[in-house]
């Protein structure tokens, strides 16, 4: 079992930055993957960024905007946001991967992201 905390959501300004955090119950290097996931309103959950051994793979639609990093404390796992759109806005997801970099097991609460002026 791995539990999931997120943190570091909030309201933003276009074109402004934020970092989300995601605290992991055990050693992320123990695990195949970790990766952010977000949900908008009425639009299904779509993957973000995910981390493996050291490769990071992204959305195309954030790919040169966000950047996912691992912390030096090894339970850490990052979210850097800069140039933020108004189509960013949705609940983000921190999720552990023990397989597969497409299958997440584990999910923490999400956090809230809004971007408005």
């Known amino acids: 079992q791995v539990q999931l905390v997120e943190s570091g959501g909030g309201l933003v300004q276009p074109g402004g930055s934020l970092r989300l955090s995601c605290a992991a119950s055990r050693s992320i290097f123990s695990l195949y993957a970790m990766g952010w996931y977000r949900q908008a309103p009425g639009k299904q959950r779509e993957l973000v960024a995910v981390?493996?051994?050291?490769?990071?793979n992204y959305a195309s639609s954030v790919k040169g905007r966000f950047t996912i990093s691992r912390g030096n404390a090894n339970n850490t796992v990052y979210l850097q946001m800069n140039s933020l759109k108004p189509e960013d806005t949705a609940v983000y997801y921190c999720t552990a991967h023990t397989r597969s970099v497409l299958a997440p097991d584990y999910w923490g609460q999400g956090t809230q992201v809004t971007v408005s002026s």
């Open positions: 981390i493996s051994g050291g490769i990071t």
